[in-house]
């Protein structure tokens, strides 16, 4: 495909992670960011992220000849478990460590950021407003040959197309975090993604690691969170309703589907915060005596002790021992 330039515009969370993934891969990649001061933000991430990836590869040779390694090796990473070795692993683990330090630059400058861009991944915080604005920024000093991808969860592109001055041009590509071992590609185009587009943006996903997911029209939420989100909500619901604990709840889950874990495990990678904040947005929570509105209760009770999951050490489940 005729990618070789790749932008990264914001350098959070997935931002980094994307960086770090399209440099593994061989891409050259631009990580714009607004500011000097966010230099001194994203530089300790793309390191903490670069070391992640590559202790997972680490972790990969212990798992090869084990039959469960191929369900557990960082996907993202290996392209294929089939005939892998530790010697290959090591290779891939060199290489990894040379395209992380020759691979990356960080620019501040927005029109030389993507001066030469095949590719461009908005990846900047939910915020439509500050989305809209920076895209209306960015289109005149956008090259005409380059995509655009957005990775928002919870936005359309729709909402943004015209804004891009090149609708036909633009579609989301949307990543789960950790994104070199969870590599899911959501692709949705808007109507007016041309479709030769979206399938570059296809092929691209695949070029980074990722296994693409085509959604053939817009969806809230794409396909993963269409699902997860009203099953967590269904799960806490049982909770808050005091039918089972969260223990049992998990339990029934794992035993009945196989599934390696529960939603209250889920709940604590996504972060209490942010099933807070799902929680909110159901008008029934405002509603005194409703199980939405108690499991709010319960949720800022966790909260406010520090308990907001894996990251903090403590969510449903302690992590610290
Ligand atoms: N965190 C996740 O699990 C996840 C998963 C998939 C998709 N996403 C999506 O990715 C995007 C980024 O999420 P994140 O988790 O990386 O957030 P984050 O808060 O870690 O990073 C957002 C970045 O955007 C920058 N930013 C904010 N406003 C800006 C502006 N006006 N101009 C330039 N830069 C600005 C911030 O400095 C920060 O570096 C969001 O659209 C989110 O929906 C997040």
Known sequence: MGVNNVTILGGGVLGTQIALQAAYYGFNVTIWLRSEGSIERTKPKIARYSELMLADLE???????????GFLYPRGLIRSWDG?????????????????????????DLAKAVADADIAVEAMSEDPKAK????????DKLPEKTILCTNSSTLLPSMFAEHT????????????????????GEVMGHP???????????????AIGMVPLQLHKEQPGY?????LVPFLSAAQALWANEVADVETIDLTWRLATGAPAGPFQILDIVGLETAYNINLMKPETQQEGTISNKLS??????????????????????YRK
């Open 59 to 69: 972790g990969a040779k212990a798992l090869v000849g084990n039959p469960m390694g």
């Open 223 to 227: 396909i993963l969170n269409s699902m």
């Open 297 to 318: 209760k319960l949720l800022k009770e966790k909260i406010d002790k520090g308990e907001t999951g894996v990251n903090a050490g403590k969510g449903f489940y302690d």
């Open 192 to 206: 007016g993604t041309d479709k030769a587009v979206y399938d570059q943006v296809v092929e691209f996903a695949a």
């Open 132 to 139: 809209t604005e920076f895209y209306e920024l960015l289109k």
């Open 165 to 184: 001055g090149r609708p036909e041009k633009y579609c989301a590509l949307h990543f789960a975090n950790t994104i070199w071992k969870n590599n899911t």
């Open 84 to 108: 892998i070795t530790v010697e290959k692993i090591d290779e891939l683990i060199a290489a990894g460590r040379e395209r992380f330090a020759n691979n990356l630059t960080i620019e501040i």
